[in-house]
């Protein structure tokens, strides 16, 4: 029900968004100095004016408080073209996706009348302080502190963050400290807080800006806190309670780079195909040559799948209720941004040598997008995300299934076996997605009958590992890489399946065009899923895992490569 049909929008929201859409793309094209803001390392003051003035500093801060008031649809529209500059598109994201957003989700009313309105208008830039230089990907672990005054009224806040975007110009912080707590049993206790700190506070000082590979004109210091003094009615949410106002912060945020990377990646096709269309070697067009042809395949279905993703999660945010989509998001973001890496690279390689020049824009992009595989939560991080998560449910069903065989209900377990032993005796499955009633259109039928084989076999494998694992399964990080690479694929398919099928369902333009990528990214995606959920299965001879971690052993315990020169001698 969730994602058939693929989401739409109103006549008049898709009017309202292309009202934005003309003036943002023209101010792209025709102001934005890309190659400049890269060299110089910043973005001019005129550029951020320009920014400011088109809205694009509240673009999701509702109209009452000045901001564009966009839906998370419309935002990832928007995104695809602030994205055509990684450091404009990080500036950006920084103050509203992370740095502004604890005050959208989580602040009370008076906290939004304070602080939204400069915040919108871009007077005011906003920056997320949670990152500390002994805690990276494990955010629990910070040691910034805040401490209550005797008198109650405002919290001093100590400490140190680094690698912060915006964290040289941000007038706004949304912070992350320690707090003392007292529990349900009296017991003091350390939890995290988030704050609204005002560089005007005091005790607020920066670092020099960071020399980075890429995104070199986004702003990115340490931020140093030295006894700041916090009002009390700046704490976002509740005290205490701030751990879980960072994740919601970062997992509401993470979906836009699904639309942004596929922005990027269209705007890559059209410059090569340019290209290819037009060089001539061996008294052939590029474009003629398999292997070019090949990129040109991968690129769009990469773009078609990532932005089938994008806008499918955001479809389900803006639906009433606020469902929690922090899964669908991580997924987005992780298969984007690898998508994103890839493409560059092979648009970088049909240029050539070209390719590799600073006259070209490609050595940029490939700079810029690389720090999508780790902020925002790493990848690695995000892949144990996805697999404990989507383990967690199948578990809480597994764990109803075993009390009804301990509690001596043989009938269950004997209908686990049976329905085992029909499995491995192949047998058609049906989730209701193909055939004469299902919601998939009969030219992706054969798409659709593999993604319910794959999502069949994927159910009964993680019942497996369940079961061969139980609670150790937190630890076994190259499995759960294989049921999470596994998931992702599968939200991919639906992804692109759902979207093909409303395509051709409405009569949209060139939808037989959609209809191949999606059958050619099927098919490559259910290989890949047999050949994971092979690998995952007990005693499996495609399995590494093993010799893998053994052989990281040998190098990690000498910290060096261990095997000897090939010219060394024993005689």
Same mark, same amino acid.
């Given at each position: 029900?969730?994602?058939?049909?693929?989401?739409?929008?109103?006549?008049?929201?898709?009017?309202?968004?292309?009202?934005?859409?003309?003036?943002?793309?023209?101010?792209?094209?025709?102001?934005?100095?890309?190659?400049?803001?890269?060299?110089?390392?910043?973005?001019?003051?005129?550029?951020?004016?320009?920014?400011?003035?088109?809205?694009?500093?509240?673009m999701q801060i509702p109209e009452e408080y000045g901001g564009l008031g966009l839906s998370n649809t419309m935002y990832a529209r928007l995104g695809e073209i602030t994205s055509l500059d990684g450091s404009i598109a990080v500036t950006l994201a920084a103050h509203q996706a992370i740095g502004l957003k604890g005050i959208l989700i989580a602040g009370t009313d008076e906290q939004k009348a304070k602080y939204l309105p400069r915040l919108a208008s871009g007077e005011h830039l906003a920056a997320f302080c949670l990152t500390e230089p002994g805690s990276g990907s494990d955010a629990a672990s910070i040691q910034t502190r805040a401490t209550l005054s005797e008198d109650g009224k405002y919290f001093l806040l100590n400490g140190s963050k680094v690698w912060i975007s915006n964290g040289g110009l941000a007038n706004i912080f949304t912070v992350f400290a320690r707090t003392e707590v007292v529990d349900k049993d009296g017991q003091l206790k350390d939890k995290i807080t988030a704050f609204i700190v005002e560089r005007d506070f005091g005790g607020v000082t920066h670092g020099k800006p960071e020399d980075k590979l890429g995104i070199r004109g986004s702003n990115t210091?340490?931020?140093?806190?030295?006894?700041?003094?916090?009002?009390?009615?700046?704490?976002?949410?509740?005290?205490?309670?701030?751990?879980?106002?960072?994740?919601?912060?970062?997992?509401?945020?993470? $979906? *836009?780079?699904?639309? /942004?990377? #596929?922005?990027?990646?269209?705007? @890559?096709?059209?410059?090569?195909?340019?290209?290819?269309?037009?060089?001539?070697?061996?008294?052939?067009?590029?474009?003629?040559?398999?292997?070019?042809?090949?990129?040109?395949?991968?690129?769009a279905v990469k773009a078609y799948v990532m932005e089938s993703m994008a806008y499918l999660t955001a479809g389900m945010m803006d639906r009433p209720g606020f469902p929690d989509?922090?899964?669908?998001?991580?997924?987005?973001?992780? $298969? *984007?941004?690898?998508? /994103?890496? #890839?493409?560059?690279?092979?648009? @970088?390689?049909?240029?050539?040598?070209?390719?590799?020049?600073?006259?070209?824009?490609?050595?940029?992009?490939?700079?810029?997008?690389?720090?999508l595989l780790i902020f925002e939560g790493t990848n690695e991080i995000l892949r144990m995300y996805i697999a404990l998560t989507g383990m967690q449910y199948a578990g809480k069903i597994l764990t109803d299934k075993i009390k009804e065989i301990k509690k001596g209900n043989v009938g269950v377990a004997l209908g686990e076996f049976l329905s085992k032993l029909r499995d491995t005796m192949g047998r058609k499955v049906d989730y209701g997605l193909v055939g004469d009633r299902g919601v998939v259109h009969p030219s992706l039928q054969e798409s659709g009958k593999k993604l319910e084989?794959?999502?069949?076999?994927?159910?009964?494998?993680?019942?497996?590992?369940?079961?061969?694992?139980?609670?150790?399964?937190?630890?076994?990080?190259?499995?759960?890489?294989?049921?999470?690479?596994?998931?992702?694929?599968?939200?991919?398919?639906?992804?692109?399946?759902?979207?093909?099928?409303?395509?051709?369902?409405?009569?949209?333009?060139?939808?037989?065009?959609?209809?191949?990528?999606?059958?050619?990214?099927?098919?490559?995606?259910?290989?890949?899923?047999?050949?994971?959920?092979?690998?995952?299965?007990?005693?499996?001879?495609?399995?590494?895992?093993?010799?893998?971690?053994?052989?990281?052993?040998q190098v990690l315990e000498k910290r060096a490569y261990t095997c000897s020169h090939p010219l060394d001698r024993t005689f």
């Open positions: 029900e969730e994602v058939f049909p693929y989401p739409e929008i109103s006549n008049e929201e898709l009017e309202e968004i292309n009202q934005f859409v003309g003036p943002v793309e023209k101010f792209f094209n025709e102001e934005v100095d890309s190659k400049k803001i890269d060299q110089d390392a910043k973005i001019p003051p005129e550029t951020l004016k320009g920014l400011k003035d088109l809205g694009l500093f509240g210091c340490e931020v140093h806190f030295e006894n700041t003094k916090v009002p009390i009615e700046n704490v976002i949410g509740e005290v205490g309670g701030g751990f879980k106002v960072a994740m919601n912060i970062l997992n509401s945020g993470r $979906f *836009s780079m699904g639309s /942004a990377s #596929a922005g990027m990646i269209k705007k @890559l096709i059209e410059m090569t195909a340019e290209y290819a269309c037009t060089r001539k070697q061996f008294n052939k067009k590029l474009s003629e040559f398999g292997l070019i042809q090949e990129k040109f395949c991968f690129m989509c922090s899964v669908e998001a991580a997924m987005v973001k992780v $298969f *984007s941004s690898e998508g /994103a890496w #890839a493409c560059v690279s092979e648009a @970088l390689q049909i240029l050539g040598g070209l390719g590799y020049m600073k006259d070209y824009p490609y050595e940029r992009y490939l700079r810029d997008c690389r720090i084989e794959n999502i069949y076999y994927f159910g009964t494998t993680v019942k497996g590992l369940l079961s061969r694992f139980g609670k150790t399964i937190v630890d076994e990080q190259l499995v759960l890489k294989k049921v999470a690479d596994t998931v992702i694929n599968l939200y991919a398919m639906t992804a692109a399946i759902s979207r093909a099928s409303r395509s051709i369902s409405i009569g949209l333009r060139n939808h037989d065009h959609e209809v191949l990528l999606t059958n050619i990214f099927c098919t490559e995606a259910y290989f890949k899923n047999n050949y994971a959920m092979a690998q995952l299965q007990k005693y499996a001879d495609e399995n590494l895992d093993d010799y893998i971690k053994k052989a990281a052993k």
